[in-house]
């Protein structure tokens, strides 16, 4: 199994930057992509960005081109998440994924990502 820690989210305004950190514990030894998807009030999760094992394959979703970067630090088992140019519709609660091997899947506990206008 993996465990996951989410840190970072808050309170930020329209325009401000924000750090998502993940910290991933257990068989990290198994995990290939990272990732974060986000869920906002009455919608369904969405995809926003993953990254490859050795960091030099990412994708986002359109969504946040431009404004988000992902990156992964495999000594440490960390993926981050740095979003720049926040808007109110980024609000959500961002939960960190990672893919393992054997195609599981977990996911963090979430943190919620609130952008005022």
């Known amino acids: 199994q993996v465990q996951l820690v989410e840190s970072g989210g808050g309170l930020v305004q329209a325009g401000d930057s924000l750090r998502l950190s993940c910290a991933a514990s257990g068989r990290t030894f198994t995990i290939y992509a990272m990732g974060w998807f986000r869920q906002a009030p009455g919608k369904e999760r969405e995809f926003v960005a993953a990254?490859?094992?050795?960091?030099?394959?990412?994708a986002y979703a359109d969504s946040v081109k431009g404004r988000f970067t992902i990156s992964r630090d495999n000594a440490k088992n960390t993926v981050n998440l740095q979003m720049n140019s926040l808007k109110p519709e980024d609000t959500a609660v961002y939960y960190c994924?990672?893919?393992?091997?054997?195609?599981?899947?977990?996911w963090g506990q979430g943190t919620q990502v609130t952008v005022s206008s």
């Open positions: 994924n990672v893919h393992l091997l054997n195609s599981q899947d977990y």
């Open positions: 990254i490859g094992y050795s960091g030099g394959v990412t």
